[in-house]
């Protein structure tokens, strides 16, 4: 049975328990694979790229299901992500559903297990395989998958991909499924892309190319969206219009066109921040008896130096009080007659959760604010921390769970800043060095300090009164500030999490 006959009827959607129906470029994939005169393929690696939803995971699946019933056996598919979960949680869960929904458990034939499936006559394996190329050196295989391939971004994926490369003189495959990357970042996907580009195109009407034993499926833009909907013409246009207005261009750019990115955009819009603020707010008097999570960026010459404090206010993050220093031309700041003295003052006023701080330039002054009970708490900028401090602010931002006193300074350190997107979350980074984001740097350590170590202050705001004075002198009037904020667009893991730790 050739696969167009097998897919159309055996494989039911999930979704709607119904036999799928496969569109004209899903045969075209397909049938490239598995020609149906029964003759091998004269490609090997086959690279499936089109819009985010368009169903290219599930076409993947029953390639490998289509290659593990049919390939001499015994045969081993290995089912590849980037991670473990996701290498169990997509292609091989759609492949165990679809056997199981096709009898093969029932009746003995396939043996389903949490990673592993095996088919009683042929003995042939499908193995779900996390990115760890050491276990799988020298493996015999007939066919490769590979989904999501914009997240192989690390060493231990390239040398899995090196590993898992065709056997020569075998029938064997390697098949990806992606919608595009960040360039730069994607040393799998991205020279394959490229090579496909550079080869030559087999149809007027699909994009697809080939060169050498590399086939491939390349859809990109508004015509790829009209190619995959599966819906009406509204139900389409309801969809993108919603996913335009609530996705970073770039980010809408990379699922919902197909299209490469660089990973870098403004972090966030001025309309952003200035939704975060309430102008009857202002920096906390020295009679709060509220807890800081404060957050330091050092610097002596350069770049500015800043020390942002935050208070978890009910179900939301506030701003609490700040300084930044700006050097001049020839004149380094002093971290001691700056940094450390705003701290001490800081302390000997309030109660201070944890200060989160840069050891590069931080060493000295850390050891001496320790000797005087701040609770300092090494926070180095690596990129990994700037992911997950930026990230969390982002997210705060968006939903509104942060709200800030008015300042041009601080706003403008915000507006400065550039958001990386390497697809782990957004990292902060600046445009060139003229333009400041060292205050909105110590907000997103304050920001996750707060988030991720403490509970909600019992009896929220404390309003310390009418005409006294916050540590910049100025009076300070109780915020007539809005109840709740919406997180539907935030991550739901971090979602789930915000809301728990900031709900009373």
């Not at 309801?238 to 699922?255: C, F, K, V």
């Not at 102008?279 to 957050?295: D, K, Q, V």
């Not at 002093?334 to 200060?355: F, G, N, P």
């Not at 600046?430 to 740097?441: T, Y």
Request: aromatic share 8%.
């Amino acid at each position: 049975m050739n696969v167009i006959t097998w897919a159309e009827t055996h494989w039911r959607l999930p979704e709607s328990g119904r036999l799928i129906v496969l569109a004209p470029w899903e045969r075209a994939v397909l049938t490239a694979m598995f020609p149906l005169d029964g003759s091998p393929s004269p490609w090997e690696t086959f690279l499936i790229s089109t819009v985010k939803k368009a169903g290219k995971t599930t076409i993947n699946a029953i390639a490998t299901a289509y290659a593990a019933l049919t390939f001499p056996a015994p045969e081993t598919a290995y089912i590849v992500a980037n991670d473990f979960d996701q290498a169990q949680g997509r292609v091989f869960v759609l492949i165990a559903d679809a056997l199981r929904a096709m009898g093969l458990e029932r009746d003995g034939s396939a043996t389903i297990g949490a990673t592993s499936i095996t088919f009683r006559e042929t003995h042939s394996r499908i193995v779900a395989l996390p990115a760890d190329f050491a276990g799988s050196a020298g493996a015999i295989f007939g066919i490769s998958s590979w989904t999501e391939a914009w997240a192989f971004r690390y060493e231990s994926a390239v040398r899995l991909w090196e590993e898992l490369t065709p056997i020569p003189n075998r029938r064997s495959l390697r098949i990806l499924d992606s919608y595009a990357g960040f360039t730069g970042d994607a040393p799998v996907l991205e020279p394959l892309w490229q090579r496909a580009l550079g080869g030559q195109r087999l149809d007027d009407e699909l994009p697809i190319y080939a060169t050498g034993r590399l086939w491939a499926f390349l859809d990109q833009g508004e015509e790829a969206q009209r190619r995959v909907w599966r819906g009406t013409d509204a139900e389409m246009e309801s969809y993108y219009a919603e996913q335009r207005a609530s996705l970073r261009p770039g980010t809408y750019a990379r699922l919902h066109l197909n299209q490469w990115q660089s990973g870098e955009e403004a972090f966030i819009t001025s309309e952003d921040w200035d939704a975060c603020v309430v102008p009857t707010l202002a920096p906390i008097g020295p009679t709060s008896h509220e807890r800081l999570h404060i957050g330091v960026d050092a610097a002596t010459k350069g770049d500015c130096a800043a020390v942002v404090a935050v208070v978890l206010d009910g179900d939301r993050v506030r701003l609490a009080c700040h300084h930044i220093w700006t050097p001049r031309r020839g004149d380094p700041l002093d971290l001691e007659l700056t940094i450390e003295a705003y701290l001490l003052r800081l302390h000997a006023a309030h109660t201070i959760a944890t200060v989160r701080y840069d050891p590069f330039q931080m060493a000295r002054s850390a050891v001496t604010l320790k000797k005087h009970g701040l609770p300092m708490e090494e926070y180095p900028q690596t990129s990994g921390n700037l992911t997950a401090s930026g990230q969390n602010l982002y997210e705060l931002i968006k939903s509104r769970g942060l709200v800030v006193y008015a300042d041009k300074e601080l706003r403008d350190h915000a507006i400065n800043a550039v958001a990386v997107d390497s697809g782990r979350g957004w990292r902060l980074a600046k445009e060139k060095a003229s333009r400041k984001i060292d205050g909105l740097v110590a907000l997103s350590f304050a920001c996750l300090s707060a988030i991720a170590t403490s509970a909600p202050p019992a009896g929220g705001y404390v309003d310390p009164g009418q005409g006294d004075e916050n540590i910049y002198g100025a009076t300070r009037e109780r915020p007539d500030r809005p109840r709740g904020f919406g997180l539907g667009s935030v991550d739901r893991s971090r979602r789930e999490r915000i809301q728990r730790i900031t709900t009373r």
